[in-house]
């Protein structure tokens, strides 16, 4: 199993930034997909995940701001970060399976990338 995560970056408070996910060495269309992000100093928060025919649920006061979509046709599962806030700043990840809020570790997941940096500037 592989997931590369991309599009984190440096942005402003309120702005929006859009993650991609790129997976391969499993059947991702079948595969229920998340993301999950960890700040520095704190533990993991899981953010959002998708089923494979697209339903999705999300994590506490994520929804109001957070959308994640996935395109089967690319094995790709996208997280649209809307009004960002300095709280937001954290490494996401990618990850295979559905998430929790009682997660706490990646491991809990089947798989999981390397993440990607986001960080979000007052």
């Known amino acids: 199993v592989h997931l590369v995560e991309s599009g984190g970056g440096l942005v402003q408070y309120g702005g929006s930034l859009r993650l991609s996910c790129v997976a391969s060495?499993?059947?991702?269309?079948?595969?229920?997909m998340s993301w999950a992000r960890q700040a520095p100093g704190k533990g993991l928060e899981w953010v959002a995940s998708?089923?494979?025919?697209?339903?999705?649920w999300y994590g506490n006061s994520m929804k109001a701001r957070f959308v994640i979509s996935r395109d089967n046709t690319q094995n790709t599962v996208y997280l649209q970060m809307n009004s960002l806030k300095p709280e937001d700043t954290a490494v996401y990840h990618c990850?295979?399976?559905?998430?929790?809020?009682?997660?706490?570790?990646?491991?809990?997941?089947?798989?999981w990338g390397q993440g990607t940096q986001v960080t979000v500037s007052s």
């Open positions: 990850a295979q399976g559905l998430g929790s809020t009682w997660y706490s570790q990646l491991s809990e997941f089947d798989a």
């Open positions: 060495g499993f059947t991702f269309s079948t595969s229920a």
């Open positions: 998708v089923f494979s025919d697209g339903r999705a």
